[in-house]
């Protein structure tokens, strides 16, 4: 809101408007507003103006309230469907268990490992954010506050590791670089999914986590 703005649409009202017809504009607006028992029409202008700052700066207060709850809510639905994916996958590897074995299953199982390993590795980031939401208990557990946290340590930790070992010798090296390659995969997607949520972009970080 500027207020300059507001001052001059209220000016704008009030020029068109006599002494008695604003003091029932005002009434309409606010019964309880003071106004002067004989105001000039500079005075009742002026108590004009000042509600009507009060007004809107009080709808865009609510509105911002809105704004951030639909925000908060949304980010909770993706917790929420991360934490499923995972139970998902957790299944879905179950199954191969269950129903192969030997070489069968570990072909089976490797097949899908990159995949299910960055649905297991973005769901974690999202675990700690509802650990962090429940430690902090109903009144001061803030999803929005958690999920940025989250994303300014192990998010960025993890997206920050994966270019190390770029060119692994062994294979436990080989082992070490996939690993780190699908953490940082995970903690791009959870860091899309959270921004998305929040309506920000990267700029909007404090610190990004490709720094």
Known sequence: MIVSDVHAQANAVAAHRTVPELRRLIRSINDTTPIPRRPTHEQITSVYR????CVKGAHELLAEFDRRAGQDAALAS?????LEASA???EAARGITLTVSGAE?????AARWGKIAIIQYTAAHARRVLVAVTNAGPEHGCVRHAALMEIAG????AIRQGGILENPQTPEELITATDRL???QAGAAFLRLVLDALEL???????????
């Open 105 to 109: 299953m570990a072909e089976k199982l």
């Open 50 to 53: 000042d509600l009507l700052v």
């Open 182 to 184: 699908l953490r940082a």
């Open 88 to 90: 998902t996958a957790d």
């Open 78 to 82: 993706v917790v929420n469907k991360l």
């Open 201 to 211: 972009d990267e700029d909007s970080l404090p610190v990004s986590p490709w720094a």
């Open 154 to 157: 192990a998010v960025t930790v």
